[in-house]
């Protein structure tokens, strides 16, 4: 009885849903569809600057477009693909409960490949030259795999190691020279259990650094030899692990938990994604103010981070508004301002204003904390059909002990 | 005679819709978990049926692993909580000692579990409050130490978080269970026949009061061996519990890992029936070995020593609770604190001031859920337990079966079925759906807490107000409800508390549209930063602690002229 009540209910929603029509091709259609709609935007919710640069924005958001943007807040974007999913066998094609979504390559290629996903639209965003494509092909590849307008570029990320430069004066700047300093410090660097993002991403990193042939890891894993490929992966792991934070038996579960142990001052060497993070940890009082941070010689692995619409989202217009906004000027400078998340832009400068350019200029709290400029080579992210390889057997090795 | 047609409608028709409430939804969720588990999913390709997902979990590596540390968890906590809880009792039950624990028992059963484990972790961590306190004067550390705990691959730490949690539970359990096995008479008859405390209690009072406990005790395993969030912060990574397992394999990028989750939920079940069972076993086995010493004779069993060992295993307890507790209150007003300093300094009030701002909704939708939710039961719980005074007799064993369901079934098992199930209905996510599933787990703990103060109301009060010539409605409203108003009020202050502290349900059925305080903790607590975590925690747990006081209080308000209506019972 209960359950027809809800369905009943479900059915009045919906009506004025349908009749909403626009047009891509025609902006203007767009926003006026989504005038007055409530966008449902599932993103990561456990970092509070990301929070409240949410906040900003949806407050922007109802000024402008007089859209009301929800933050849905999900501890990991896989509950999303989850409640999507089931929405899918239901048979629910317009009435989805997510709008927009903030996910990464793992997900967007798992996605795509399952057709949970809206578009093309992402080329079609009035802001979206604003990020040069021709000049940056990384907005439009997401894991090596094509994006083909199924999302907009939101920001960039890159491993940016980090080091308590009161107890560590000269921290290690490649693979084999981090297996030295472990040896010497002896539990006081780890790095997060796999599958979780940060570990599999320090997976990744670490084989580009120690395998012969980095190339292969572009293609798909299928056409290349896994065990020759990762062999040196394997040997090194198995010398460093002796020397890690409880020697290796247990790891943290993911990248905000290591920060956590910086501050606690358990590790003294630590990575992130994110490379204003270390800097604005010392302005949150997380981290101490000696933290430093650096990128290692042979480069690091970085990516853009996306925004996506669902299939069966039931405010497309709304979404595309909100996301073509993420990716103007005035969000993009204020989202890179350390004060409040610090998170690199995806624009090219040279499409815009020199006003404009200006916004994006960094201030001075906390500043020695920030990774040198320009100063760390670029990996690629190999293609996304090594990750699951890499997480198993990793968890065959070393998932229990 | 309408009146009474309406009364018995409506009273005979509320414990259908109890039961509808409790099974409905955890049966149709394991249906669901049921179907992928065999490889039927067609969203995701899975078509026809196979055993492929079960030969898949059987390759897991460390599969066995986990079971254990689930069984050893699960089983190992309870018997410790059980026998803390005994030998306490055993001790004290007439003693001003235990009195005086009465009255810290609700407010510690209001501390959400994720927030006694998250305090309790930076408690005993190595870079903790205790190895501050003890650097470096007496360690000679100015960096932490290097030790495994919490996180330990024994579980230690995991079982000693679940103590702490399960002995207040089994304590307010036995409160309602003692009184009804008449203890204080069994002690006395066995007092003067010259048995001291603990004796008397073990082999008079015991007998009559483990069949009453043991729903509970089923209650505790079934927790103990299928949480998520205790085990997430204290229980190993290599390999963690089978729960946290499964909660990692439903969230795996690669969807084609959904039809492993499915079958992981269903083993995951299977390992609670198990641990039960293995349970009940033991207990044959204590009862068989234990008959000929319950009728020996003999006086003393080492008294002494075992009243020692409860009055000091309960201190740690209560002590280790109170310290974690402690220990969040300085992390929300810490400011860059490293180790090894032992406080904060110095304090700052920026942490509550920097989240006030997003504080105020989610303190809005927690209140409406939990008060939605504890309304609901509360009105359901009364029509069971006055259509019992109607049939003249208590729940029958399946109806009490029933009850325990949500609370024995592992909700990783049925939770996400019934997702499925809700979005198959059409329901919209938010405040309903997420009201109605926090319903599902309030219910049971509201009827426990009340049954017994319900069931021991003097049926003669009523039959006096009916000869009188107030009809039955009037004989519920005017005379029953407000001379049960106290424990009434207590149930609803449990069944609250017991709302706030839900996670997954709020996450899954709300998709995320409802944030709670919990929700909002339990997904700040995976961004790291303790200020905030514990700003949520606290606040998490000065909600029940509001309520508890409000039961307490509002009686004596609205009583001040009737007096005599605090005493009847």
Not at chain 1, 104 to 116: H, I, P, S, T, Y
Not at chain 1, 298 to 324: C, I, R
Not at chain 2, 381 to 395: D, F, K
Request: charged share 15%; hydrophobic share 50%; glycine share 8%.
């Amino acid at each position: 009885m209960r359950h027809t009540r809800g369905l009943l209910l479900a059915a009045m929603l919906a009506v004025p849903g349908i009749g909403q029509a626009f047009e891509l091709s025609e902006w203007s259609t767009v926003t006026e569809a989504a005038s007055g709609q409530t966008v449902y935007w599932s993103a990561w919710g456990g970092d509070s600057r990301v929070n409240g640069y949410i906040d900003w924005v949806a407050e922007q958001v109802d000024a402008r477009h007089d859209i009301e943007l929800v933050h849905v807040k999900v501890g990991d974007i896989a509950e999303t693909v989850s409640r999507i999913l089931a929405e899918k066998s239901a048979g629910n094609k317009r009435e989805g409960a997510t709008d927009l979504m903030w996910i990464n390559g793992e997900n967007f290629a798992a996605m795509k490949e399952r057709d949970l996903l809206y578009g093309p639209w992402a080329e079609q965003l009035p802001n979206f030259p604003l990020t040069a494509p021709e000049q940056n092909p990384e907005v439009r590849e997401d894991f090596t795999l094509p994006v083909e307008g199924y999302e907009a570029p939101w920001g960039r990320a890159q491993i940016t190691f980090y080091h308590d430069s009161a107890r560590v004066a000269e921290p290690p700047r490649n693979m084999p020279a981090l297996l030295d300093w472990a040896r010497e410090n002896p539990g006081r660097f780890t790095y997060p259990k796999p599958p979780s993002f940060f570990g599999t991403s320090f997976l990744k990193q670490a084989l580009l650094g120690l395998t012969d042939s980095p190339e292969v890891l572009y293609e798909p894993v299928d056409d290349a030899d896994f065990e020759a490929v990762t062999a040196p992966l394997w040997r090194y792991l198995d010398q460093l692990h002796p020397h890690l934070w409880r020697e290796g038996q247990d790891f943290p579960a993911g990248g905000p938990k290591m920060r956590q142990l910086m501050g606690d001052g358990e590790l003294s060497l630590a990575f992130t994604f994110t490379p204003t993070a270390p800097a604005a940890g010392v302005l949150d009082h997380q981290l101490a103010p000696s933290t430093r941070s650096y990128y290692l010689g042979e480069g690091t692995l970085g990516n853009v981070h996306f925004v996506a619409v669902p299939f069966n989202a039931q405010h497309k217009a709304g979404a595309l508004v909100v996301a073509n906004f993420l990716m103007s000027p005035e969000a993009q400078a204020h989202k890179q301002d350390l004060s409040v998340w610090g998170d690199a832009t995806v624009l090219d400068m040279s499409r815009l204003s020199a006003e404009q350019q200006q916004r994006f200029e960094p201030e001075g709290r906390a500043a020695a904390s920030l990774p040198p400029q320009n100063a760390g080579t670029l990996l690629r992210e190999p293609h996304p059909s090594w990750i699951e390889p890499l997480e198993s057997a990793w968890r065959q090795r070393y998932g229990s002990q | 005679m309408t009146a009474a047609l309406s009364y018995r409608l409506v009273i005979r028709s509320l414990p259908w819709l109890t039961i509808g409430l409790l099974s409905l939804p955890v049966f149709s969720g394991l249906a669901g978990a049921l179907a992928p588990a065999f490889g039927w999913l067609p969203a995701l390709g899975g078509e026809q049926l196979s055993l492929a997902p079960w030969r898949e979990l059987a390759r897991v590596p460390g599969l066995n692993d986990m079971l254990r540390l689930s069984l050893v968890s699960g089983l190992g906590s309870a018997a410790i909580s059980l026998a803390v809880v005994v030998l306490f009792l055993g001790s004290f039950l007439q003693s001003p000692v235990y009195r005086r624990l009465r009255r810290w028992l609700a407010p510690l059963l209001a501390v959400p579990h994720a927030a006694a484990a998250i305090g309790l972790a930076f408690l005993l961590a190595p870079s903790g409050w205790v190895m501050r306190i003890l650097s470096p004067w007496l360690t000679g550390l100015d960096y932490p130490p290097d030790f495994a705990f919490p996180g330990d691959s024994w579980g230690l730490a995991l079982i000693l978080g679940l103590v702490i949690k399960e002995v207040p539970f089994l304590l307010l359990m036995s409160l309602a269970a003692l009184v009804q096995c008449r203890a204080d008479e069994r002690m006395t008859v066995a007092r003067s026949l010259g048995y001291p405390p603990l004796t008397a209690f073990l082999k008079t009072v015991m007998p009559g009061l483990y069949p009453l406990l043991r729903l509970p005790v089923y209650a505790v395993i079934a927790f103990a061996t299928a949480n998520v969030e205790v085990a997430m912060i204290l229980g190993p990574t290599t390999p963690s519990t089978l729960a946290v397992a499964v909660v990692g394999w439903l969230h795996d990028p690669d969807l084609t890992t959904r039809f492993m989750a499915s079958a992981g939920a269903l083993l995951q079940l299977l390992a609670t029936l198990a641990a039960l069972l293995g349970w009940w076993l033991m207990e044959r086995l204590v009862v068989r070995l234990s008959r000929g010493w319950w009728q020996d004779g003999r006086r003393h069993c080492g008294e002494r020593g075992w009243a020692l060992v409860a009055r000091w295993a309960m201190r740690l307890v209560l002590g280790l609770m109170l310290l974690a507790l402690a220990g969040l209150a300085l992390w929300s007003v810490a400011g860059y604190w490293p180790f090894p300093q032992s406080l904060p300094w110095p304090p700052t009030l920026g942490n509550w001031q920097n989240a006030a701002d997003g504080l105020l909704s989610p303190v809005a939708q927690s209140l409406a859920v939990a008060l939605g939710a504890t309304l609901l039961s509360l009105v359901l719980v009364l029509g069971s337990l006055e259509a019992e005074t109607l049939r003249r007799r208590p729940l029958r064993p399946g109806a009490q079966l029933i009850l325990y369901l949500p609370l024995l079934v592992p909700s990783v098992a049925f939770l996400f079925g019934l997702v499925m199930l809700q979005a198959q209905l059409g329901q919209q996510p938010g405040l309903l759906a997420v009201i109605l599933g926090h319903a599902v787990f309030v219910l049971p703990y509201l009827f426990l807490s009340l049954a017994e103060s319900y069931r021991r109301l003097d049926p003669r009060w009523a039959q006096q107000a009916r000869s009188l010539g107030a009809g039955p409605w009037r004989v519920f409203m005017g005379v029953r409800l407000p001379m049960l108003l106290a424990p009434i009020l207590t149930a609803a202050a449990v069944g609250f508390a017991v709302s706030i502290g839900q996670y997954l349900p709020t996450l899954l059925l709300g998709a995320g549209r409802v944030e709670t305080l919990t929700t909002e903790a339990v997904s700040l607590a995976s961004g790291g930063d303790r200020r905030l975590t514990a700003i949520h925690a606290l606040l998490q747990l000065a909600l029940p602690a509001l309520g508890f006081v409000l039961a307490l209080l509002l009686p004596r308000l609205l009583f001040r002229r009737r007096r005599g209506l605090l005493l009847s019972h």
